[in-house]
């Protein structure tokens, strides 16, 4: 196969394009001095745009009828292409458009079992309703590894892990902090907080590789004097409470993944003498598709589910400071 790409290039290089805005405002008006007008040239050098454009294109394109101007057989086949050319050429400067409504395709996003739990549900309604040709894939977050969103495989990845690649972007969602919880029937809920209590307690603990947890959890309960045994560990914090409901072991997890079980009454919550340390969720993604018009978009929509989180008493990312 010849590729006549080279060629194409070379015989643009040859021609002056400003010309066919030019051959545009004269087809129109089919008079010299009305298109040099529209053009925003002299009447002489819409003359000269004439002359050249006849010699482009081997025709006279308007000739003389009487006072006005009629168009060449070849000007009128000229004409309807040239509008598809200069509307295609606008398509291709002007800013990108996205419509939902219109859209299809896969969006695929990257998390934990904690981001894909709170955050995935609400991002899917709001999809559903505004975009229903888009599909969404949750992508496991595996540990540290953004790869998949570097080479173009995930659209978003939304985390609390904040030692990225420096070609990503990132906006806060929300501030989250962790909770201690139990099973329901546990009976340490039958007393008073105690530490002797809390330091009888065995722990399973969702080893997600943050770099944080155990270590922030682990410091806010040595500085008050407690410490945990962990005694079990599970890839995700949804194992994690399972396990809880079902055994006599604690686990301190975020609260957004906890609370609903908690109001199933399937797990309780421990109340602590302290709070926890807040950290952040974020939305990365890469730096090809900051301008996008469909990845804003779908950002805007990431950003409104993390707004409609309930938190209850607790913080939103505005009010956290």
Same mark, same amino acid.
């Given at each position: 196969?010849?590729?006549?790409?080279?060629?194409?290039?070379?015989?643009?290089?040859?021609?002056?394009?400003?010309?066919?805005? %030019?051959?545009? %405002?004269?087809?129109?008006?089919?008079?010299?001095?009305? @298109?040099?007008?529209?053009?925003?040239?002299?009447?002489?050098?819409?003359?000269?745009?004439?002359?050249?454009?006849?010699?482009?294109?081997?025709?006279?394109?308007?000739?003389?009828?009487?006072?006005?101007?009629?168009?060449?057989?070849?000007?009128?086949?000229?004409?309807?292409?040239?509008?598809?050319?200069?509307?295609?050429?606008?398509?291709?400067?002007?800013?990108?458009?996205?419509?939902?409504?219109?859209?299809?395709? !896969?969006?695929?996003?990257?998390?934990?079992?904690? +981001?894909?739990?709170?955050?995935?549900?609400?991002?899917?309604?709001?999809?559903?309703?505004? %975009?229903?040709?888009?599909?969404?894939?949750?992508?496991?977050?595996?540990?540290?590894?953004?790869?998949?969103?570097?080479?173009?495989?995930?659209?978003?990845?939304?985390? %609390?892990?904040?030692?990225?690649?420096?070609?990503?972007?990132?906006?806060?969602?929300?501030?989250?902090?962790?909770?201690?919880?139990?099973? @329901?029937?546990?009976?340490?809920?039958?007393?008073?907080?105690?530490?002797?209590?809390?330091?009888?307690?065995?722990?399973?603990?969702?080893?997600?590789?943050?770099?944080?947890?155990?270590?922030?959890?682990?410091?806010?309960?040595?500085?008050?004097?407690?410490?945990?045994?962990?005694?079990?560990?599970?890839?995700?914090?949804?194992?994690?409470?399972?396990?809880?409901?079902?055994?006599?072991?604690?686990?301190?997890?975020?609260?957004?993944?906890?609370?609903?079980?908690?109001?199933?009454?399937?797990?309780?919550?421990? +109340?602590?003498?302290?709070?926890?340390?807040?950290?952040?969720?974020?939305?990365?993604?890469?730096?090809?598709?900051?301008?996008?018009?469909?990845?804003?978009?779908?950002?805007?929509?990431? !950003?409104?589910?993390?707004?409609?989180?309930?938190?209850?008493?607790?913080?939103?990312? +505005?009010?956290?400071?």
């Amino acid at each position: 196969m010849i590729d006549n790409s080279s060629t194409a290039v070379s015989d643009l290089r040859s021609m002056d394009l400003n010309l066919l805005v %030019a051959l545009r %405002a004269l087809l129109d008006e089919k008079h010299v001095s009305r @298109a040099a007008d529209r053009a925003g040239l002299s009447q002489p050098g819409m003359s000269r745009a004439l002359q050249r454009l006849r010699l482009m294109f081997e025709d006279q394109l308007l000739v003389k009828a009487g006072k006005e101007y009629e168009l060449t057989p070849r000007a009128v086949a000229i004409d309807l292409a040239l509008k598809r050319v200069l509307s295609d050429i606008r398509d291709l400067v002007s800013p990108p458009t996205f419509d939902p409504a219109s859209a299809n395709g !896969v969006l695929r996003i990257g998390g934990l079992d904690y +981001e894909h739990f709170t955050l995935m549900p609400l991002i899917n309604n709001k999809i559903r309703r505004l %975009a229903p040709g888009l599909r969404l894939k949750a992508i496991p977050q595996d540990g540290l590894d953004f790869s998949h969103l570097v080479k173009g495989d995930s659209h978003l990845v939304l985390t %609390a892990y904040q030692h990225v690649p420096p070609s990503l972007y990132r906006l806060p969602l929300f501030k989250e902090t962790n909770a201690c919880i139990c099973a @329901a029937n546990h009976p340490i809920l039958k007393q008073p907080f105690s530490k002797k209590a809390f330091k009888k307690l065995e722990h399973v603990w969702a080893d997600i590789i943050t770099g944080e947890d155990p270590g922030g959890v682990d410091q806010a309960l040595m500085a008050n004097g407690l410490t945990r045994n962990i005694v079990y560990k599970v890839p995700t914090f949804l194992l994690a409470i399972a396990t809880v409901a079902k055994t006599q072991l604690a686990a301190i997890i975020p609260r957004q993944i906890a609370l609903p079980f908690v109001d199933l009454g399937l797990v309780a919550t421990i +109340e602590m003498p302290f709070e926890f340390p807040y950290f952040t969720i974020f939305q990365y993604w890469h730096e090809r598709y900051h301008k996008d018009a469909q990845h804003i978009w779908l950002r805007n929509i990431v !950003v409104e589910a993390a707004n409609s989180l309930n938190f209850g008493s607790g913080p939103r990312y +505005e009010d956290a400071g």
